[in-house]
Nanobody, 131 residues
Framework: QVQLVESGGGSVQRGGSLRLSCVAS????????MGWFRQAPGSEREGVAT??????SYGDSVKDRFTISRDNSKNTLYLQMNSLTREDTAMYFC??????????????????????????WGQGTQVAVSS
């Protein structure tokens, strides 16, 4: 059974940084797509950053501020979040897919940011950014 356990959330002031971690068990780490998603109250869950092989994708609102990475030896996925704004306030979820998930457009393929492409989900960790 796949288990994903997130940690690292908390309260931070605008402009601050946080690093989220997700430890996976029961899962072949590194061979499938993994990612981070978030959901704010009253909003749909959205893709923040995903990783498929060596390909990474980021949501438009977090590009150049967030970085996704993984440590296969520790079965851990990370999300480094810098220059946080109030709009980043949300519950952040770690997700894993049962395979490689790509989104191909115009002959180029990218790591998918689609919620529906991911099969396993953690319970989430809350991030709150204050001004």
């Amino acid at each position: 059974q796949v288990q994903l356990v997130e940690s690292g959330g908390g309260s931070v002031q605008r402009g601050g940084s946080l690093r989220l971690s997700c430890v996976a068990s029961g899962y072949t780490f590194g061979r499938s797509s993994m990612g981070w998603f978030r959901q704010a109250p009253g909003s749909e869950r959205e893709g923040v950053a995903t990783l498929t092989g060596d390909s990474t994708s980021y949501g438009d609102s977090v590009k150049d501020r967030f970085t996704i990475s993984r440590d296969n030896s520790k079965n851990t996925l990370y999300l480094q979040m810098n220059s946080l704004t109030r709009e980043d306030t949300a519950m952040y979820f770690c997700a894993a897919a049962d395979g490689l998930r790509t989104d191909c457009r115009g002959g180029r393929c990218f790591s998918s940011l689609k919620v529906s492409d991911f099969d396993h989900w953690g319970q989430g960790t809350q991030v709150a950014v204050s001004s």
